[in-house]
């Protein structure tokens, strides 16, 4: 997933690099090179739709997921790293490493700081089971 203007742009170099060289591989090697063609427009798709504001996340959703989608709220919210970073207080520095790991071992109070940031109300349900 492309998460900034940065990777955007790598990504845009490498995609045209891969389609100049497709005249020049064999056809054993160009199965491969167009997939990963693909791959990179669909980010690319991705990332632009998600600029877009075209996100919508779920009504009902486990608190892993939705951390797993920050970086998508924070796009299609219109902010970039550096927004949300200026607004946590931190460097661009963390939040890329951050969103590098899917906000994987930040701490719960690292993360209801950023979900609030990003104008968010988390409601948490007890899910029905028979301890309670």
Request: aromatic residues 6%.
């Amino acid at each position: 997933m492309i998460k900034s203007e940065q990777q955007k742009n790598r990504t845009i170099k490498a995609l045209e690099d891969f389609k100049n060289r497709l005249s020049d591989i064999s056809e054993y090697s160009k199965a491969g090179v167009l997939a990963m063609i693909g791959q990179l427009e669909k980010e690319l798709e991705e990332y632009e739709a998600l600029k877009r504001g075209e996100f919508v996340l779920p009504r009902d959703i486990t608190f892993v997921e939705l951390v797993k989608n920050i970086a998508k709220i924070r796009i299609a919210k219109g902010l970039s790293q550096q927004d949300l970073a200026n607004m946590l207080g931190i460097s661009k520095q963390q939040i890329n490493r951050y969103e590098e790991h899917d906000y994987q071992n930040v701490s719960l109070t690292k993360i209801s700081e950023i979900i609030a940031a990003l104008g968010l109300t988390v409601i948490l349900e007890r899910k029905n089971d028979k301890a309670a």
